[in-house]
Every structure is written in structure tokens, then in C-alpha cells.
């Protein structure tokens, strides 16, 4: 039996509560309320609702140019850079970012892996012996899911993508795809496909948001580097008003994949509560794919991050959930269990 001391941030509302977290044979016991000397805060591991870690090879390389010349299959600098790279070279790069991920609280990221079942196999491998998950949503034809854990298109007017939706139906595994990034023609089409996860969904409108919730579709919002591409900003007010939406940090060239940040940002651009931004990072992207984490409850896994709320940074704190999105960052994590 292992027990944590601290202000657990506890349940789907994230309240405050001074006590300890018991955790038995790697699940949460039970969550105690007493008097504790300790200043550490307990949250929830993240889950990173979307990653693309293959372009971690290609660091800041994109930056200034345009989502196609970005980041569009099939020429764009990203995958000119993916196919210009070595097995060895991008499995090594994608492990360090995982690694980066799992010392500052991620627990697991929904990852859209691109070069089919070699490129889910190089992601398989990069995470071994890791402590993160990654949720590999793979590409190109149908046969991926012998190794991938779900589909992941690129958008409705990039190919037509009816046979690999049908494939991840018969294997029972999700199909996500990229809709309303650069502009809403996508967004139709994308939705008619029965999707299990949206991904960005900028461009939204009404009827869209309708739609969706309709058919609880969960999202996926990227606010970061929809800012870096420059292709506007997500309604993530109107979406949280109809669905699931869950946090992502997008590629790994535009964006360090830090959950910090990306909350950050989010809770200080967008008309979005503290406890809202936190539960995108950690509970939605969980439920969004029925992962065993990002709540900390009994039953649950015990996964969760434990911050110093005596570091310089946040010592002194009003409001912890307030501290943990807006305030906190990677210098404050004092552990990671999971
Ligand atoms: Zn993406």
C-alpha cells in the first residue's frame, strides 16, 4: 500500500480536498480527508488528446510557414522531413518526446502516426519501457490496425477514407479524423463518416456544434498551434457547451508537447474556467478512448502528478486548480505515479 499526502485535486470537479490518497496494488483505495503538513498538490496524470510524435524530427522547422506547406500530406516540409528521416533517427527522437511527456505528468496521448503499420510499429517501439502510453491512431490503409489502436484520417477532402472507417467498425477500435482546421468544408463530410474523435474543429458552426452533439462526438481542440499555423481559433466555449472535448498539443514541430503550456494558454485566450481547461487535459481525453486514468477517485488507477506547492513558483497559492492550469509548470513537478 502506497500513500500520498497533499490538496488532492479530487474527482470530476477537481475539488480541493487536504488528506491523503491511498493506492493498493497500482489502483485508488480511497481518498482520506485529514490534516497534513504537506504542501503538495495531486492531480491527475494528463492524457495529451492529440500528438502527432513522428515530427519530432523536425523541430521548429515549420514555424512561419502555411498549414500546407506545414504540415498537408503528401509534400508538405513535415512529410518531406518524416520520409528523409532514418528508422533509427525518428524512433529515437519519438522516445525522447515521450519521455519528456511522461516526467512532466502525461500519462498516455492519442498520437496520429503517420507512414502506416511501419510507422505505428516505430512509435510501438519508441514507447517501450515507458511509462506513457501512447494511443496510436494509425494511417493509410486498413491493415494498420494489426498494430495501431484506432484509425486516424487526415481529412475528408484529402482521400476518401469510407473503407479504413468500415475497418475500424469491424475491428471495434475508434476512427478520429482532422476536421475544420484550415476552413469548415471538411466538417460535413468528416461528421457523415461517424467518427469517434474530431480533431481541431476551428471552423465550427452552429449547425456543426448541433450535429455533434447529436451525435456526442467527442473533439479535440489544439489551441497552440492553430495559433502557430495561423488558422484562427477554436469556438472551445461552444464545444465544451456540446460535447466531450479534450486537450492536444498537435505536432511536435510547432509545439513542445507540454500539457502546462497548452492549459495555460488556453484558460488565458478562450472563455474557458480553470476546471474546465483542467478536465480537457486529463478526464476527457480518457474517456475519449476508455482509458483507466485521469481521475482521481477510488477504483481508478492510481496514476496522478504530485507538484511542490512549496516551489518558488507556486508557494503562497489561493486556489490550486486556478495555480495548477494557469501557474504551474514542468520545474514543479516533484513526481509522476503511475
Ligand atoms: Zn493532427
Sequence with gaps: MQQYEGTILSGESFDPIQGR?????????SIERTETTSSDIILPTFVNAHTHLGDSVAKEAAVGLSLEEAVAPPDSLKHRRLRGADRK???TAMRRSLRFMEQTGTAACLDFRESGVEGARALREAS??????PFIFGSEESSVLDVADGFGASGANDDDFTRQRAAALEAGVPFA?????PDATDIHPAIELDPDLLIHMVHAEQDHLERVADRSIPVAVCPRANTVLDVGKPPIRELVDHTTVGLGTDNVMLNSPSMFREMAYTAKEFDVTAREVLRMATTAGADIVGLDCGVIEPGRRGAFTILDGASDNLAGVVDPVRAVVRRATERDVKRVVV
Design 21 to 29: 490518497v491511498i493506492v493498493e496494488d497500482g489502483r485508488i483505495e
Design 89 to 91: 533517427e525518428l524512433v
Design 128 to 133: 517501450q519501457e515507458l511509462d506513457i502510453d
Design 177 to 181: 479524423i482532422h476536421a475544420g482546421e
